[in-house]
């Protein structure tokens, strides 16, 4: 039941991450359907235009993203800028940038770079190149920093064209050159194609048009790959004039041409227009009046369809001139006045849209200002809020102070008084482990006197009384060879010499087990495997196994776990009855263990008189303690006897 109801709650989880996550590509799809729409604007299509831009602004009002509502509002105030709309094209390009810099995210700084390119595009246009020239520096700065290479080749082109209008010619090539040496490191298409652009137009610059026709072919290449209209026709148009500057106009014609008909495909109206007038004037430098001719013509009914007196003036100047080469002078000279009537029309239309673009940025900048100033006072009466705040949070923290201080003085006298409680508790434990300390040390004294007696004593034996009952033998070995003794006398004689055989042997086995020469020579494994030989050759069997690595310790702890090893097998021997003991050792690098166990008649751990009587516990657990051991001993009646001691090693044991 419990699975079942783990498996709902998550599949119940994984239906709405589902659901946001359609609703979170729907909202992304529609922002990209937006953007190609917005692309594909053009200055003529006003109500078309209007129309996405409401859109945009309406995404961005509604949605909750910050980067989406950012990048509304600059596609929103992009579009606006191709209408010439520019009061709402600066209110919602700054918009995009106040959100954008929000946010020191990658993608947020992304957009904020792509809104400044675009406001300096409007300035561009207009004239403004100050302001134009700031915005485009700071995009530049904020792509370098990103390494986003597309996008750094977009914003030098714009800086390229920017310094050309503004008669920088070294700094133009310089741009345009930087632009071109990123081109190797973008996949992006649009980027490589203004890449190129750049690098031919430099070319162009210094009559090098044959290299830059060559590049300008290869734009023309990418733009097809891209099925993008308008760029195939700038490439067309470039070559077109990079042919005409080498006096070369009927491939020139024929470049315009193509360009009108990649201009027509995509259905921008303006391109077309320019394409044909550029046709009609390459045909007049080919003296092809009539073609000439009818390319203007149609140029010219695309002018008045648009409402462009830009294409009208240029039209009209072209006609002028075919009309004088003709002899018509009469005709001539009414283009002449057509032209000059336009002329006054576009600096009428050049003024108002200064004017109107001036307006717009002031607009604009009072926006702006205005809002600032809203915040600044908002920002005012937060700071009287926060300083009533202050005084309150001061008077409580005062409060709080006191009481804390006092809570203080409380808790450093309890402190006190814990720690003199405790520092008498210490001095009380430091006087017990002192108290231990010397009697371990006692002990381990006695332990030294009775080994060194020991010692002694066995010495004297084996050196001493050995000596001397070995003389004894030797001199009554002597006698018998010597002496005529009867057959009575010799069995006796023999029978005295055996006994002062066993004599030796037994006082040599005393002396051994007192001070075991195998010990000191070979450490407590042979000396223990020895001492289990000698001891289990009557009716109880002694085993003995060892595991670990065959070390030497400090004499002092062998000569420790060797008595109390002897002592518990005799233990066993006396008291147990035991027809088996074994006994093992464990030898570590931190540790060693020995362990003696017999199937004897066993006895009560907790009848403390009775071992100390009959099997010399407290002996043992005395040695044990004056090498900081354990013991632990487990027995019961009729049921043997275990015996574990375990001793730490140091570096100095």
Request: glycine content about 6%; overall charge negative; charged content about 25%.
């Amino acid at each position: 039941m419990k699975n079942i109801k783990y498996y709902r709650q998550f599949s119940v989880y994984f239906i709405l991450l589902f659901l946001f996550s359609l609703v979170a590509n729907g909202q992304n799809t529609a922002l990209q359907n937006l953007a190609l729409q917005c692309d594909s604007i053009v200055q003529a299509d006003t109500a078309n235009g209007n129309r996405i831009c409401s859109q945009l602004v309406a995404f961005a009002e509604t949605g909750s993203d910050l980067r989406e509502k950012a990048e509304a509002y600059r596609l929103a105030g992009n579009c606006s800028g191709k209408l010439e709309n520019f009061e709402n094209a600066f209110g919602w390009l700054q918009k995009a940038a106040e959100i954008s810099r929000e946010s020191d995210s990658p993608e947020s700084q992304l957009i904020l770079g792509k809104t400044l390119v675009n406001l300096g595009a409007i300035c561009h246009q207009n004239g403004d190149f100050n302001t134009a020239l700031s915005y485009y520096l700071e995009a530049e700065k904020i792509f370098f920093i990103q390494n986003n290479i597309s996008w750094l080749i977009r914003t030098y082109a714009s800086l390229g064209d920017l310094y050309d209008k503004i008669s920088q010619p070294e700094k133009r090539k310089e741009i345009n050159e930087k632009a071109f040496e990123l081109l190797s490191q973008t996949s992006d298409i649009e980027a490589q194609i203004k890449a190129y652009t750049c690098k031919a137009n430099n070319l162009s610059n210094e009559d090098r048009f044959e290299e830059a026709l060559d590049l300008y072919k290869k734009t023309l290449t990418l733009s097809q790959s891209l099925k993008n209209y308008h760029l195939e026709h700038v490439a067309w148009y470039n070559m077109g004039f990079a042919l005409s500057r080498m006096d070369n106009y009927n491939e020139a014609a024929a470049m315009y041409l193509k360009s009108y008909e990649a201009a027509n495909a995509g259905g921008n109206k303006s391109d077309m227009g320019d394409a044909l007038y550029k046709t009609g004037l390459m045909n007049f430098y080919s003296e092809k009046f009539l073609l000439s001719e009818e390319y203007l013509s149609q140029a010219m009914q695309i002018a008045n369809e648009t409402n462009s007196n830009i294409l009208k003036r240029n039209v009209y100047d072209v006609l002028y001139s075919l009309e004088e080469a003709r002899g018509n002078y009469k005709k001539a000279y009414e283009y002449l006045n057509d032209y000059v009537d336009v002329e006054f029309e576009i600096f009428s239309e050049d003024d108002l849209r200064q004017t109107n673009f001036l307006q717009a940025r002031f607009e604009a900048d009072k926006r702006e200002f205005q809002i600032t100033q809203l915040e600044n006072e908002k920002q005012i009466q937060q700071l009287n809020l926060k300083r009533q705040k202050l005084l309150i949070v001061i008077l409580v923290l005062g409060l709080l102070l006191g009481a804390m201080f006092l809570l203080l003085v409380i808790r450093k006298n309890i402190h006190k008084q814990q720690l003199a409680a405790k520092q008498a508790e210490l001095q009380n434990q430091k006087i017990e482990q002192m108290e231990k300390e010397h009697q371990l040390l006692a002990v381990q004294s006695v332990l030294k006197g009775e080994e060194a007696e020991r010692s002694r004593i066995a010495t004297d034996l084996h050196d001493g009384l050995g000596g001397l009952l070995s003389g004894v033998k030797i001199n009554l070995s002597s006698m018998k060879e010597k002496a005529v003794l009867t057959e009575n006398q010799v069995r006796a004689f023999n029978h005295a010499l055996s006994l002062l055989d066993n004599s030796i042997g037994e006082l040599r086995r005393i002396a051994h087990n007192m001070m075991p020469e195998t010990l000191h020579k070979y450490g407590l494994k042979t000396a223990f495997a020895d001492f289990c030989v000698e001891m289990g050759h009557g009716e109880t069997e002694i085993n003995f196994g060892f595991f670990g690595e065959n070390k030497r310790y400090n004499s002092e702890l062998e000569l420790t776990v060797y008595r109390i090893g002897q002592e518990l097998v005799n233990n066993s021997l006396k008291h147990a009855g035991a027809g088996q003991i074994n006994v093992q050792m464990f030898a570590e690098t931190s540790r060693i263990a020995l362990q003696v166990f017999d199937n004897g008649c066993g006895f009560n751990p907790a009848e403390k008189g009775n071992m100390a009587k009959s099997k010399g516990i407290d002996n043992i657990k005395s040695r044990v303690a004056a090498f900081n051991g354990l013991i632990e001993i487990n027995s019961a009646p009729g049921q043997g006897t275990e015996i574990l001691l375990e001793f730490p090693v140091n570096d100095k044991s």
